[in-house]
């Protein structure tokens, strides 16, 4: 599809850079999160071992019993993708996050072409501006998780059925649909664009002949449980366990349950503010809230931007009814939809007759997005706190050593080192590390199993102060290492284990 306006053409070019430069800033600057290796581990051991399994993240004793030999606890496609991936591009963290930043391109790539076919093309270079600077955007193509993979996947397969369904709508129905269950078997939330997607198909032109269409679009799920089938059937036991672990153990760990809000949605809508939203629309950038505001504005008020709404409420709505942990991260599924009827609504309010005001809203708006990516480029969460973290370990843990923690040292440590992710500290494995490495929120973890699990907390705290010694601590990680035979316990041990669990 043509753009045949040369100016918007070169528009659409040069954000499509700008997005590469400030996710590229992004992602060398960011946090390293644990995830990121949890969900790298699979791909790479499907590189070197041949088997799909998670091993580092200790498993024995609880619900991921099986991940070391099967990963039923994430669905595959991410891990799949990054298996090519790693064989074009090695694998590093790099690579890992340069993946989601493609991804991030693809995107953005994707709701041009929708929200051209919805409305027009000057509307839809407007929405790439407004998804290309946002701050949640860049964050998700920034880190190595599967979010926008999966949100890619899903407006890809709206744009593949609006590209085709005027000519071809069996083709439409197929690619729209295949996209859709790849996102699907990327990650649960890929369901979130299947109301949209069937929404669009059943108010198509084409009136005659929609259960036959409705029938072809169930092919590819079909496909991708069969060959999802076949992969359960090597261990269906462990992919129960797993599963319901993953449902409801995370969001128990989390200090919630999945689906609270489907029996108290007025308490659920609170937190899913609280715990969703507020931590990236508030805190240190208030100025984000104008930015929530102008998309909550663009979602009610734009009369042209139907289709696309549904693209923003749908996801907003399943979100706070179906997802108890709250994350920020699958906030990507509805940003994208709000900020198409965003510049929906700004052109037609304003791009005829206040042209010159449009321009400077939007200049404001740009720079507010560009003022949080500095802020955080500034305060490079990478260098100043996980290098440091990493170097420390680097220097002092020999080859052979058990370092027990934060998963994502890894990446910097090895894949092969044999670091393992148990925040238990061997209490079902019966393992006893060299060195313990936790972050912030490891350390919240073990203060949660205070009230959660008595026993196993006293017996981390116990571990900790007793049999080992506080080595290094900066904003984001703490570091232990086991007291050598012979050596007298501090007499200030528990003040050392409280202060290594403070959040910092």
Request: charged share 20%.
């Given at each position: 599809m043509r753009l045949r306006n040369p100016a918007l053409a070169l528009a659409l070019c040069g954000i499509l850079g700008l997005f590469v430069l400030l996710a590229t800033v992004t992602a060398r600057t960011a946090h390293v999160y644990s995830t990121e290796a949890w969900f790298a581990d699979p791909a790479w051991h499907l590189i070197r071992d041949g088997c799909l399994c998670t091993t580092i993240i200790e498993s024995t004793g609880f619900w991921l019993v099986g991940a070391d030999r099967h990963t039923y606890w994430i669905l595959p496609f991410h891990a799949l993708v990054q298996s090519v991936w790693y064989r074009l591009f090695a694998f590093s963290l790099w690579s890992l996050r340069a993946l989601s930043e493609a991804a991030g391109v693809l995107l953005l790539a994707a709701m041009f072409v929708i929200v051209r076919r919805l409305a027009d093309s000057r509307s839809a270079v407007l929405a790439v501006l407004l998804l290309a600077v946002d701050w949640r955007v860049l964050q998700t193509s920034a880190v190595g998780r599967m979010d926008m993979l999966c949100a890619a996947l899903g407006a890809s397969a709206m744009a593949a059925y609006l590209?085709?369904?005027?000519?071809?709508p069996v083709a439409a129905v197929l690619a729209g649909n295949t996209l859709l269950a790849a996102a699907c078997c990327t990650h649960p939330c890929g369901v979130l664009w299947i109301p949209a997607l069937a929404v669009m198909m059943w108010r198509g032109k084409v009136s005659r002949g929609r259960a036959r269409l409705f029938a072809i679009a169930a092919i590819p799920y079909l496909i991708a449980v069969g060959l999802y089938g076949a992969y359960v059937w090597q261990a269906p036991q462990d992919f129960l366990r797993q599963i319901a672990g993953n449902t409801s153990g995370f969001a128990g760990e989390l200090g919630g349950t999945r689906f609270h809000s489907l029996t108290a949605p007025l308490s659920g809508l609170v937190e899913e503010w609280r715990g969703r939203y507020r931590p990236v629309f508030g805190g240190v950038w208030r100025l984000q809230y104008l930015v929530a505001f102008l998309y909550l504005t663009g979602v009610a008020f734009s009369e042209r931007a139907r289709g696309l709404w549904m693209m923003a409420a749908i996801p907003a709505v399943l979100l706070w009814l179906l997802d108890g942990t709250r994350q920020s991260f699958y906030l990507i599924h509805v940003v994208p939809g709000a900020a198409a009827c965003t510049a929906v609504w700004l052109c037609d309010q304003f791009g005829r007759s206040y042209r010159g005001l449009l321009a400077v809203g939007i200049a404001g708006l740009v720079v507010i997005q560009l003022a949080t990516a500095a802020l955080q480029a500034r305060e490079?969460?990478?260098a100043q706190e996980y290098q440091p973290a990493l170097a420390f370990l680097q220097s002092h843990a020999k080859p052979g050593d058990l370092v027990m923690g934060d998963a994502s040292l890894?990446?910097?440590?090895?894949?092969?080192?044999?670091?393992?992710?148990?925040?238990?500290?061997?209490?079902?494995s019966g393992k006893r590390p060299k060195f313990v490495a936790m972050n912030d929120f490891d350390r919240r973890w073990v203060e949660r199993r205070r009230i959660d699990d008595p026993q196993l907390y006293?017996?981390?705290?116990?571990?900790?102060t007793t049999k080992y010694?506080?080595?290094?601590?900066?904003s984001a990680y703490t570091i232990w290492v086991w007291r050598e035979a012979g050596s007298a316990a501090s007499a200030s041990g528990d003040g050392n284990f409280t202060k290594g669990l403070a959040n910092k």
């Open positions: 590209t085709l369904r005027e000519r071809q490079n969460a990478y890894a990446f910097g440590l090895g894949f092969e080192s044999g670091l393992v992710d148990d925040l238990r500290l061997g209490y079902y006293s017996y981390i705290r116990d571990t900790l010694q506080q080595v290094f601590a900066n």
